[in-house]
């Protein structure tokens, strides 16, 4: 029996004794995939399609105001996955909508053994896994396929650990964010909970054996620091900034500060641009992208 514990977060429990799973979709409220998957996984279980054996699953919608919106937050600047330091419920103040949200999602994040939060990039991207780098994430990961893994050790996105897959660690579990590729291109739902299905058959939550994905040779990267916007604007050189994972070389220069070219930025390794910023994400004083370097 599937039980809504909270404003869109649901539990069922199998009747053995078994891990703990949580599947989000729509931590951003614009990434379509992962709202469409964890709105059909419900669907399924109410319908009896999918039964959970085993262990207990959750499955939740992120950032509600934000789905609404059709938004990446709920106001300018607003990042639910930005919102989970890991003192959160030690914390007095509720500043926004996201720090509420990741109040009321923050117990199931602690309680379970693998978190799966679904997200969707606003510039073209191939699908990719961000999460720390072992086997026991690799063994989890395996079901999302993927050439690529990022991970950020040194948390340069958030200059501390804030998104749901750090939360997750920082409290002995496994994170994984799964990014399914263009975040309005809803052509990979299907697949996407395909894999989600296979994972918790793996699992051994859902009765069955998982269809094995296609086998990926997987290049290891990791985030090395980001461009910070400046009053004075940023602008990428052409090639640049388009989509993630283009690839530079030490001395390219990968843009400017300002109007003119006095204030280049130039790499000093060999890397990759991620997660460039299109104008409409981009705030003074936080980033319109970040390097990485690849490290297997």
Request: charge should be negative; glycine fraction near 10%.
């Amino acid at each position: 029996m599937i039980e809504e514990i909270d404003e869109s977060v649901w539990r069922v429990s199998g009747a053995i004794h078994g891990p703990i799973i949580t599947i989000l979709g729509g931590v951003h409220g614009n990434e379509r995939t992962g709202i469409e998957v964890v709105r059909r996984l419900r669907a399924e279980i109410e319908s009896g399609s999918i039964s959970v054996a085993s262990g207990t699953l959750y499955i939740a919608f992120g950032n509600l105001k934000a789905i609404e919106l059709n938004k990446r937050g709920s106001g300018i600047g607003r990042d639910l996955n930005r919102s989970f330091p890991t003192n959160l419920l030690d914390q007095d103040s509720v500043d926004s909508y996201e720090d509420q949200r990741a109040r009321e999602l923050a117990p199931i994040l602690q309680e379970s053994d693998i978190v799966v939060d679904m997200h969707a990039t606003n510039k073209p991207s191939e699908p990719f896994v961000a999460c720390l780098h072992s086997d026991k994430h690799a063994d989890a990961y395996r079901w999302f396929p993927c050439t690529k893994v990022l991970t950020d050790p040194r948390f340069v996105l958030g200059g501390r650990p804030v998104t749901t897959d750090e939360y997750t660690e920082a409290h002995g579990g496994i994170g994984i964010c799964y990014e399914t590729g263009l975040a309005w291109d809803v052509s990979r739902i299907d697949e996407v909970y395909d894999n989600v299905v296979n994972l918790l058959r793996h699992k051994g939550l859902v009765a069955g054996n998982p269809i094995e994905s296609r086998k990926c040779t997987q290049d290891i990267f990791e985030i090395v620091e980001p461009i910070i916007l400046t009053p004075a604007g940023f602008r990428y050189t052409e090639g640049f900034g388009e989509r993630s994972w283009e690839r530079f070389t030490t001395g390219t220069t990968l843009g400017w500060h300002g109007e003119g070219k006095e204030k280049p930025v130039t790499a000093n390794f060999d890397g990759v641009v991620v997660f460039p910023k299109p104008e409409e994400n981009r705030h003074n004083g936080m980033p319109v992208g970040y390097l990485a370097k690849q490290v297997n």
